[in-house]
């Protein structure tokens, strides 16, 4: 097909399609951020030296040619938090994830135990709320926590309503972070988790619920978060804060994602 003085066949469309969705998922990615911007002047330089070089003038051609070689290294640390959310993305669409026969061999074992260890959680919380103390559980689903685990003081303890409770006291030295449980054992107290910062993040929210969110962002683990100053419960989950989840809901909500094959926590 000719339009104009341009050949322009079915794979051509094609390709212009598709970089369409790559920019507009990069743009998704990095709007409302100084990175959007960066993001955009970048490609008004790439664009403007297509033009440079298509009409054929080689010194600033050349000039641009490197400025683009050497800007390519810029965006990939400008862009390194981007690069990293989008990465996660495509890991949480792996083969692992969304094959039956493997979750059944490698998730099923674990699955049980966490169900079990749901109302020692659920109740814990509930008296937390009740006490006002704050509180950060995460619980994982899949995903390796191990690097947030390092981060706080190890414990691989049994998990129960009562040290739950104890650890995020007020008086107590590891009531700060975060705690993390992995596939039925409470691993590690006073951990420090990502914290979200997007432009969708709400300027309202606290550090503790920031931390939930970007905790949920990076991994596909389920976070409890429950504010000393209100006494209410909130979920995380997949980036999103499911905010003042009634009590009575709380297990089966917890229940329902853990053992789900999709990620995301239905509201």
Wanted: one cysteine or more; hydrophobic letters at 50%.
């Amino acid at each position: 097909m000719r339009v104009g003085f341009l050949n322009v066949n079915w794979t051509d469309i094609l390709d212009v399609f598709l970089v369409s969705i790559l920019l507009y998922q990069i743009y998704f990615l990095v709007r409302g951020s100084i990175a959007s911007r960066v993001f955009l002047g970048y490609l008004f330089v790439y664009v403007f030296y297509l033009v440079v070089k298509g009409l054929g003038l080689g010194l600033l051609t050349a000039i641009l040619q490197y400025f683009m070689g050497v800007g390519a290294v810029a965006l990939i640390v400008i862009f390194q938090q981007e690069i990293r959310r989008f990465l996660l993305i495509i890991g949480k669409s792996t083969i692992y994830t969304n094959n039956e026969f493997l979750k059944k061999i490698l998730g099923s074992t674990v699955l049980d135990l966490k169900n079990k260890n749901l109302k020692e959680i659920v109740d814990a919380s509930k008296t937390i709320a009740s006490n006002f103390n704050g509180a950060l559980i995460v619980v994982n689903k899949r995903d390796d926590l191990g690097k947030f685990i390092e981060t706080g003081e190890l414990l691989d303890a049994r998990v129960s309503k009562p040290l739950i409770v104890s650890l995020f006291n007020q008086y107590s030295e590891l009531h700060d972070g975060a705690v993390v449980i992995v596939d039925g054992r409470l691993k590690a107290a006073r951990c420090v988790l990502p914290v979200a910062d997007g432009v969708d993040v709400p300027s309202s929210l606290g550090f503790r619920h920031r931390a939930a969110m970007g905790m949920s962002e990076a991994t596909d683990a389920v976070v409890i978060v429950i504010s000393e100053q209100t006494g209410k419960i909130s979920l995380a989950v997949e980036g999103e804060l499911l905010s003042n989840i009634p009590l009575a809901e709380l297990e089966n909500r917890l229940a329902e994602y853990l053992s789900s094959d999709v990620q995301r926590l239905v509201k």
